[in-house]
């Protein structure tokens, strides 16, 4: 699959490889909203992959709603994308699962001066309660939330999903290396759920010669993407 970037701002990072390759430990069905889509990857990747599931996306940056476009195309993948705001758009359906990799770096970060990797990065621009109250009010009942954030910050994120009646039920960390603290962690909460949490393997990036370890070339390689960087 051959996704298109812009050579300026922000491109999409091994997290997002990283999250679809944790979406892949579920069977999705009917409805999927891929929140924040950005260039359309992984939208583009649940269309097909999952050819029977309805995909929808959703983008606030106009440049990214006609980069997302092209790719669709580009891939011949039919995808809803819509543009604006996720918390104040009016969605005429509701959602079997919401996946997302959102802006999740905190007020004690330097910010970049670019306004596209600020949105895409910066967690004021989706706040993480407020996104959780939206995405309870647009899931089905027993609809089901797939996203990363930031490791440090996990209390905090298992603390608002519990206040927007959502368990965690699917949890995995993901490490630099085998001797590095997580940076990044993956969960499927489902909502109206009481199951317990089930913790999946880590996820070890590099090896301790500094090169990807084995399991992560293959995640690379079942996404199997060629990423082009242009003007568009």
């Known amino acids: 699959m051959v996704i298109y970037q812009p050579k300026e701002g922000y491109c999409y990072n091994s997290d997002t490889i990283f999250l679809y390759d944790f979406v892949t430990n579920f069977e999705l069905k009917g409805d999927v909203l891929d929140v924040g889509t950005g260039s359309g990857i992984l939208a583009l990747l649940i269309a097909r992959d999952y050819p029977?599931?309805?995909?929808?996306?959703?983008?606030?940056?106009?440049?990214?709603?006609?980069?997302?476009?092209?790719?669709?195309?580009?891939?011949?993948?039919?995808?809803?994308?819509?543009?604006?705001?996720?918390?104040?758009?009016?969605?005429?359906?509701?959602?079997?699962?919401?996946?997302?990799?959102?802006?999740?770096?905190?007020?004690?970060?330097?910010?970049?001066?670019?306004?596209?990797?600020?949105?895409?990065?910066?967690?004021?621009?989706?706040?993480?309660?407020?996104?959780?109250?939206?995405?309870?009010?647009?899931?089905?009942?027993?609809?089901?939330?797939?996203?990363?954030y930031d490791a440090k910050q996990l209390q905090t994120v298992l603390a608002k999903l519990e206040r927007h009646q959502f368990r965690a039920e699917a949890i995995r960390f993901v490490h630099p290396n085998a001797h590095k603290d997580a940076s990044l962690v993956m969960i499927m909460a489902k909502k109206g759920s009481k199951a317990m949490s089930k913790i999946l393997p880590p996820l070890i990036v590099f090896g301790q010669n500094g090169k990807y370890q084995e399991s992560t070339q293959k995640i690379f390689k079942k996404v199997g993407v060629h990423s082009i960087k242009c003007e568009i």
């Open 52 to 148: 029977k599931v309805r995909v929808s996306a959703i983008e606030m940056q106009e440049h990214f709603i006609q980069i997302a476009k092209i790719n669709a195309k580009a891939n011949k993948k039919d995808i809803r994308i819509y543009y604006g705001n996720f918390l104040h758009m009016i969605f005429e359906k509701k959602f079997d699962y919401i996946v997302t990799n959102p802006p999740f770096y905190h007020t004690g970060v330097v910010r970049s001066q670019n306004e596209r990797i600020d949105k895409a990065r910066y967690s004021g621009h989706l706040p993480l309660g407020d996104f959780l109250k939206k995405s309870a009010q647009i899931l089905k009942p027993k609809g089901s939330l797939i996203f990363c």
